[in-house]
């Protein structure tokens, strides 16, 4: 019963939320920029704006799809993180041919807020510290994910929602390795606060 929902929570990360963001500015986002379909690809070639809605969206599809494990699931912690790892893969891996995933760092955040609060104020200021020091993005999302996935075996949370959080981290470093190569290169470009769109 508890897997017949799983294409749900799948559909619900799919949603195309920089897509349509860009779309009303008549900006195609999947072929502007990088090309990625997230908040900072949208906050550099359409605007800080239109970049927070993206954010927006893609935390609060997170957490109506979580909303509807939780009922299914009846208040269960380990399903409720499993359905936020089945909603970060529908938004990293969308429909083929259809629609473009993202990476997936607001997807998760979402997650992170619904299963435990404190895992996402974590992960932010992890997110925070690194961005503050380096300005580039993909560097503090890693640094965030991964500070969140071993909070998560730290804190000691109920069955095996600690593997969910993991396997989300795991993708999400997956979905970042053409950065983590111009990381390594030193060519990954920093976030510019001048375009405030």
């Not at 995933?101 to 997807?107: C, S």
């Amino acid at each position: 019963m508890f897997l017949l929902p799983l294409p749900i929570y799948y559909l619900f990360g799919t949603f195309p939320s920089g897509i349509l963001v860009a779309k009303i500015k008549g900006i195609n986002i999947q072929t502007t920029g990088s090309g990625n379909v997230g908040a900072t690809n949208v906050a550099r070639s359409v605007g800080k704006k239109a970049g927070a809605l993206t954010l927006l969206f893609d935390i609060s599809k997170a957490m109506l799809s979580l909303l509807i494990a939780d009922l299914i699931g009846r208040g269960s912690l380990s399903y409720i993180a499993f359905a936020g790892l089945i909603t970060v893969v529908g938004h990293c891996f969308s429909i083929p041919g259809l629609l473009k995933g993202g990476k997936g760092v607001a997807t998760a955040l979402g997650v992170l807020f619904y299963v435990n609060w404190i895992l996402a104020l974590i992960a932010l200021l992890g997110f925070a510290l690194v961005f503050f020091y380096s300005r580039i993005v993909s560097l503090s999302s890693l640094a965030a994910t991964a500070l969140a996935s071993l909070s998560a075996i730290l804190m000691n949370l109920p069955g095996n929602t600690w593997i969910s959080i993991g396997l989300i981290a795991w993708l999400i470093t997956y979905r970042h390795k053409e950065n983590l190569e111009r990381l390594a290169q030193g060519s990954e470009k920093k976030f510019n606060f001048g375009n405030t769109a």
